[in-house]
């Protein structure tokens, strides 16, 4: 395994291409640094499938929005200094030898001194540690040892099916990186750590409404992956819901630092999700290479439960363009093999660029 990511970022190829996450899987979920990719967002048959994913207890959806009141200030200290001192000294600490689970307690322990902005940086500086620190957790995880262990739980693991496992060592990993913040994840038949951005959630008293937001927004991923196995593993329905989601983000919080990220979610997960689908799920009919009838209508869906968003309006040119050509996504060969069409080709093309250029005109106080 070799994967990071950017708090949930995911960055896209060409279509057809594998999309990265959000998110952390490491037979999936890639990250800005690099990784496997975890879904084919592009309806090619002969594209390499690999599982995706990355990252709320429960997972809030698009249409609960996020939350736009500021929590209460922190009871910590309200001098810039002793704020600036109590992050250094985080910092430091995270960049220590200090674990995962030992770091999460110290995190507890400075929000709750922590004003909310402070808050954020705080929060900021775990989940940097986690990008940092993700590689090398998983890397423990690939002995066949532990893998064999835990091919003998039951899944989604629980603690006590986790104090179960016999062999000592392998208990003790798995028990610390779940202490840590990490959860387990499977895919192609591999056991594997990734960060559980909902445990977070517990630092929503002690940061501003943009963090708390943010937060939901990775938890969501983490909660329940998109995709696996190149294909997707939650309803198109939610796949919308979660692309207005990220979409409001970016109207709620522009100047956000994390405000690029949730946009990359949009423009490189979700909304290619949507229009383009997967290797394994398509939006088209492999015998026809028409669209096909249920994607056709989680769009059609998809503009009436989110009006007057990027989303919807994405979606409806899609449409468009799926009228004038019949429904066809791609042509068929006289031998039966898939041929772009050039109009649909240029749109697929220009997804991501489209849908950046479309949120920046939504929200132009980036």
């Known amino acids: 395994m070799n994967v990071t990511t950017k708090h949930g970022t995911l960055k896209t190829g060409k279509r057809l291409a594998a999309l990265g996450v959000a998110l952390l899987l490491a037979a999936g979920l890639t990250a800005c640094s690099g990784g496997a990719n975890d879904g084919k967002a592009g309806p090619s ?12 207890a429960p997972a809030p959806s698009a249409s609960a929005g996020a939350s736009a009141t500021a929590p209460p200030a922190g009871s910590g200290p309200s001098d810039p200094e002793a704020d600036a001192a109590l992050l250094k000294a985080f910092e430091e600490q995270a960049h220590s030898d200090m674990s995962a689970a030992e770091l999460s307690g110290v995190l507890d322990d400075k ?67 779940v202490s840590g913040g990490y959860k387990l994840e499977t895919a192609e038949g591999m056991f594997f750590p990734v960060v559980d951005y909902g445990k977070l959630k517990r630092a929503d008293a002690h940061v501003t409404a943009s963090m708390k937001d943010y937060i939901a927004l990775l938890a969501v991923e983490s909660d329940q992956k998109s995709a696996s196995d190149g294909g997707l593993v939650i309803e198109r329905s939610e796949v919308a819901a979660r692309a207005a989601q990220a979409e409001a983000y970016v109207a709620k919080h522009p100047s956000s630092p994390e405000r690029d990220r949730a ?40 503009i009436a439960d989110h009006p007057g968003t990027v989303t919807a309006r994405l979606t409806q040119e899609f449409l468009d363009l799926m009228n004038k050509t019949g429904g066809a996504v791609y042509k068929k060969g006289s031998g039966g093999e898939q041929i772009d069409i050039p109009e649909v080709k240029s749109f697929y093309d220009g997804l991501e660029n489209h849908a950046r250029e479309l949120l920046n005109e939504a929200n132009p106080n980036k």
């Open 45 to 56: 048959a002969s594209a390499s499938e690999s599982a995706s994913a990355s990252a709320s």
């Open 263 to 302: 946009e990359d979610l949009f423009a490189t997960r979700y909304i290619p999700f949507l229009l383009m689908g997967l290797s394994n799920t398509p939006v088209f009919d492999y015998d026809t290479f028409k669209i096909d009838p249920e994607a056709k209508a989680a769009q059609q869906r998809a």
């Open 111 to 177: 929000l709750k001194q922590a004003q909310p902005e402070t808050g954020d940086a705080l929060v900021r500086t775990m989940l940097d540690y986690y990008d940092r620190s993700l590689p090398g957790i998983q890397a423990k995880f690939e002995p066949q040892n532990v893998q064999e262990a835990l091919r003998k739980l039951d899944w989604p693991p629980t603690d006590d099916g986790i104090g179960k496992i016999g062999d000592e060592q392998v208990r003790t990993l798995v028990q610390e990186a």
